[in-house]
């Protein structure tokens, strides 16, 4: 039997994903820009190119088959790519000459990586970096999806489809005022810490989600009284005896030699993390994308010298 044959019009990927956005053919036409009769034609198309369903079609709506919610999630991809096609070109035109996208944990974009990219830029003027930080496990999703380049991840994340190098170690550190009863302690568990009121960072850092997600496990809220933005205010807020916070041994450390505050090493296995450089092909990558990667290597081995 001869190999099937498909071709797939962009037009019908973003039907595809419009339909599953709204579980509505008739809003996922409208959000189209084409009628509903024509969508129709289009989805009968598609499936009979395809050889089989790709929507349950029901007096409610419709909802996405197995088949039809890979077909979506491969045809994100492909939108995804297409805007950073376009992105790419429009730089071009302007004089740049490439683009590289890099998610990164909280600890690693406040903490190791702004001299290491001010080095890259000053090195490579005509290439620009889309730096965003994100949970791990939302890192590895966006590499294995080509969402960005490079990724930062910490933790026990499942990192198997993917390349990854080993980049550098930190661990969280419970951070409490200068002469707070458990200032001096040796380490403490996590889960002794929940009834103490927390300075948190903003729900958007990683950090937050891990610790949420930690004392979920726990089926324990943290009492959180302020939240801010960056480890430097925190710091401060935990100086003033607004709370206690889990930060970064390496933000503590440094903020702990100009502020009033002290570190508690935690005991949970959790605290201490492995952090690691993620690709889906480093050989795959741009030779200016390869160079930072090789730039953040260097640097978490000591071996790069800033100007």
């Not at 009979?48 to 369903?53: A, D, L, Q, R």
Request: aromatic share 6%.
């Amino acid at each position: 039997m001869p190999a099937m044959t498909m071709h797939f019009d962009l037009v019908d990927l973003r039907l595809m994903v419009h339909i599953a956005d709204a579980n509505s053919m008739t809003r996922g036409a409208e959000f189209s820009f084409i009628s509903l009769p024509a969508a129709s034609t289009r989805i009968k198309n598609l499936e009979e190119s395809i050889g089989t369903k790709l929507l349950y079609r029901t007096s409610q709506g419709v909802t996405l088959t197995p088949p039809g919610q890979a077909f979506v999630a491969h045809a994100r991809m492909v939108q995804s790519q297409i805007e950073h096609l376009r992105g790419d070109m429009q730089e071009y035109v302007q004089g740049i000459k490439g683009h590289v996208r890099v998610f990164a944990n909280t600890t690693s974009l406040g903490e190791f990586l702004p001299p290491v990219l001010r080095h890259y830029l000053r090195r490579n003027p005509d290439v620009n970096i889309d730096l965003r930080e994100r949970p791990s496990h939302d890192i590895v999703r966006a590499v294995t999806e080509g969402q960005t380049d490079i990724g930062i991840v910490a933790g026990l994340v499942r990192t198997e489809n993917l390349e990854t190098l080993p980049y550098r170690r930190d661990r969280l550190v419970l951070v409490v005022p200068r002469g707070h009863p458990l200032d001096g302690q040796m380490q403490i568990d996590f889960a002794d810490t929940l009834d103490l009121d927390y300075v948190g960072l903003q729900e958007s850092t990683a950090i937050h989600a891990f610790l949420r997600q930690a004392s979920d496990q726990l089926h324990r809220p943290i009492k959180q009284r302020i939240q801010v933005s960056n480890f430097e205010t925190a710091c401060r807020m935990i100086e003033s005896g607004v709370g206690v916070g889990v930060l970064p041994e390496s933000a503590a450390s440094r903020h702990a030699q100009a502020m009033a505050i002290a570190l508690v090493p935690l005991s949970d296995a959790w605290s201490v993390r492995e952090m690691k450089i993620c690709v889906r092909s480093l050989e795959a990558l741009p030779s200016f994308a390869q160079e930072l990667v090789e730039l953040l290597v260097a640097d978490a081995q000591g071996q790069l010298k800033f100007d």
